[in-house]
């Protein structure tokens, strides 16, 4: 039946634009980016938008960073922490909480972890947007969504200005996810509340790269 | 389409209860010009906005000319990567296909992420008709769904509810389908999101089956898109084992980069955000990631039918982000109720009638639910002109009954109705005087003349409403003024 269905709608198509005229190639005479090609400015812009949608955004360098995340977690009274494969493990030599790996946790063990610490496949600066990819220290897309706290480490090198810039740079046959600030809603009478079914806080650590490792 | 609510009024009559719910205007008025400002500053801070809309009009209408290439195209790479795909033609073959899947999996309730084409077949009466629950997880469509209500706006449908009545639906139902709400839950939003975060965790966690729709599907990758605000999305994407995707013929685009015009005006468009907070992207299935099985079915379901129209087929770009909702004067005082399809306010009112016919009264009374004052087509991502169909539409229901005809009786109330409300006509003709001059007769640029080249797009006289009312008024007019 379904079969059927396939050719039917098919031919119904062809008939349908069987009289219409050609069309063109697409202009594609819209930006590639809105922002001057300067780094600082680049990272400052992806703060700025970060922040502006209530991700809590924090700066350091490589070095600084254990001490970074540690502090995140227990200023957030996170005591379990679930450990993406191939997360850098000096990232979480500095917290006293418990890590958890992924052992295909189920849905429900996941849940009875307080915060998951991942990196990214790329930032965009423009949209204040981490994207995810499923790479080495990201994990699975279950484990940046069902623990109430996610903190995300961005390496500097991984911060692209716009969405031109960003597609290029992902791969569509792994799954992505696109994260823009803490999850939200604004269906009760339009008020904007932080935190329906997504992690409620977002924590953002911009690691300055190798240009500045020698200062 | 079987998404018509049994027992509709037309029009005319839908909209006069609408009115007279005051609260409900009000909540409408709030919402439509705090969308509408937002978005505004949101569309400004992009300096090349006009190329990015010709742009993904531009796109919208090559995939259209060959649609049937690139929906192979995906099929293919959809398979390849692991995916099944289904074909359905109308809204019943759609609702048996995800029926049937279901019941394969043995599970009796499935977890749903807002769409409108699960929607537009009626899903979840089928799937409960059949012995299986579906969970909406939007805080907006879970309010619709306890209150046993239907949704008003596009993007916000429960925007006809004020706090204090969804605390109240809240605290009265849900107990009856899982987790109750909270001993002495407040009104306050923040508590309202916390009692329905805890209500449908509970479902997230145990649910074996997704349903989603989705807002793009990439013909290159095989790749799928949902665009959303709140997490439930992704929860119904990525915890259960068994994906269910149902998405119209016409939400393919041909390639990966086109995502990078959509993915920047739908967002602004619609929720007036330079991102929305989440946006999943899946192709096929992945190891150890996500549903195990996954399943589109490709909706046609009168698809086809506005496709081979040529004025009308342009209502097919719609990326349904609802910005010409919330500058609708006719939207902003009638209500989403009124347009009797799950489609509200100026797309609404040129979709549904080409989706399934002008044969009842409240499609044929659709296309003259609107002033035709434009500003829908200067606020709309891919440049839908929204008057131009609405008026080819209004010829094509004159032409079916013949005068005294009751699709033209009701026809005419629509008509009187927007007639009546001097705010209605008044907003419409200040905005159509002002963008006129923004009104070409041949759209620009060769492309577009390509599809417009043998026909002239209809002006927008001083006073069409007026003149066209002047000629058609009936004998005896509608003597209720709403
Ligand atoms: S018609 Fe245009 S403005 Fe209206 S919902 Fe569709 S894309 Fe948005």
Redo the contacts between chains.
């Keep these: 039946?379904?079969q059927n269905?396939?050719e039917?709608?098919?031919a119904?198509?062809?008939?349908?634009?069987a009289?219409?005229?050609?069309?063109?190639?697409?202009?594609?005479?819209?930006?590639a980016r809105?922002t001057p090609d300067d780094p600082d400015a680049v990272l400052d812009l992806l703060h700025e938008?970060l922040a502006d949608?209530r991700a809590h955004v924090h700066r350091t360098d490589e070095a600084g960073l254990p001490a970074l995340i540690a502090r995140r977690l227990e200023e957030r009274g996170a005591r379990r922490v679930v450990v993406p494969d191939g997360l850098p493990a000096e990232w979480l030599a500095g917290t006293a909480a418990e890590p958890v790996p992924d052992d295909?946790l189920t849905?429900?063990a996941l849940?009875a972890v307080d915060a998951v610490v991942t990196g990214c496949a790329l930032a965009?600066a423009?949209?204040?947007?981490l994207v995810l990819d499923?790479g080495p220290g990201q994990g699975?897309?279950?484990l940046s969504?069902?623990p109430d706290l996610h903190v995300c480490v961005v390496r500097e090198e991984q911060v692209v200005a716009s969405?031109?810039e960003a597609?290029?740079r992902l791969d569509?046959?792994?799954?992505?996810?696109?994260?823009?600030?803490?999850?939200?809603?604004?269906?009760?009478?339009?008020?904007r509340?932080e935190?329906?079914?997504?992690?409620r806080t977002l924590e953002v650590v911009l690691v300055r790269g190798a240009r500045f490792a020698a200062g | 389409m079987s998404g018509v609510f049994v027992g509709m009024p037309a029009f005319p009559e839908a909209v006069r209860s609408a009115v007279r719910d005051e609260r409900l205007r009000r909540n409408l008025r709030h919402a439509t010009h705090t969308i509408r400002d937002k978005r505004a500053r949101a569309v400004a801070e992009l300096a090349d906005w006009a190329e990015l809309r010709e742009a993904g009009k531009r796109i919208k209408d090559r995939t259209l000319r060959h649609l049937d290439a690139h929906l192979l195209r995906l099929e293919e790479a959809v398979t390849a990567s692991g995916g099944t795909v289904h074909w359905a033609a109308d809204s019943d073959e759609a609702n048996r296909i995800v029926a049937d899947l279901v019941k394969a999996t043995g599970e009796t309730e499935v977890v749903k992420v807002k769409s409108m084409a699960t929607q537009e077949i009626g899903l979840n009466e089928h799937l409960e008709a059949e012995g299986i629950r579906a969970y909406e997880t939007d805080l907006a469509e879970l309010i619709v769904q306890l209150g046993e209500d239907r949704p008003s706006h596009i993007l916000v449908p429960a925007i006809h509810r004020n706090r204090g009545e969804i605390r109240d639906i809240f605290r009265d139902t849900m107990g009856r389908w899982g987790r109750p709400a909270p001993e002495g839950l407040s009104d306050s939003p923040a508590e309202l999101a916390e009692a329905a975060r805890l209500h449908l965790r509970e479902k997230f966690l145990r649910a074996k089956v997704g349903v989603s729709g989705a807002n793009f599907m990439v013909a290159e990758t095989g790749t799928l898109v949902v665009v959303e605000s709140e997490g439930n999305g992704r929860m119904c994407l990525t915890l259960p084992e068994t994906l269910i995707s149902v998405v119209g013929v016409e939400k393919v685009v041909p390639e990966w980069r086109d995502l990078e015009v959509f993915l920047q005006t739908l967002p602004r468009s619609s929720t007036a955000e330079r991102m929305n907070p989440y946006t999943s992207m899946w192709t096929g299935t992945t190891d150890a990631d996500g549903p195990k099985t996954f399943h589109l079915v490709l909706l046609d379901n009168g698809r086809t039918d506005a496709l081979a129209d040529e004025v009308g087929r342009q209502a097919l770009r719609c990326i349904r982000c609802s910005a010409c909702l919330n500058v609708c004067p006719v939207y902003e005082r009638a209500g989403g109720h009124a347009y009797g399809s799950v489609y509200p306010g100026p797309i609404g009112a040129i979709l549904t009638p080409q989706l399934r016919g002008t044969a009842s009264e409240v499609d044929a009374s659709l296309p003259y639910a609107s002033s035709l004052c434009g500003a829908c087509y200067e606020v709309c991502p891919v440049a839908i002109d929204i008057p131009e169909v609405l008026v080819h539409l209004r010829e094509k229901v004159a032409g079916q009954g013949g005068k005294g005809h009751r699709l033209e009786k009701a026809a005419m109330k629509a008509a009187g109705w927007v007639l009546d409300h001097p705010g209605v006509l008044a907003a419409g003709e200040r905005l159509a005087s002002k963008t006129r001059g923004l009104h070409p007769r041949k759209l620009p640029g060769p492309g577009a003349r390509q599809w417009t080249d043998h026909r002239d797009l209809p002006g927008l006289p001083t006073e069409p409403f007026r003149d066209w009312w002047k000629k058609n008024r009936p004998a005896d007019p509608p003597g209720d003024r709403a």
């Design positions: 039946m379904s269905s396939r039917r709608i098919l119904r198509i062809r008939s349908a634009v009289d219409a005229p050609e069309t063109p190639d697409v202009p594609r005479t819209y930006l809105h938008n949608y295909r849905p429900a849940d965009v423009e949209t204040g947007t499923g699975r897309r279950a969504l069902v969405v031109p597609l290029p569509p046959r792994r799954p992505l996810t696109w994260i823009s600030g803490p999850s939200a809603t604004s269906d009760i009478e339009l008020d509340v935190g329906v079914h997504g992690p």
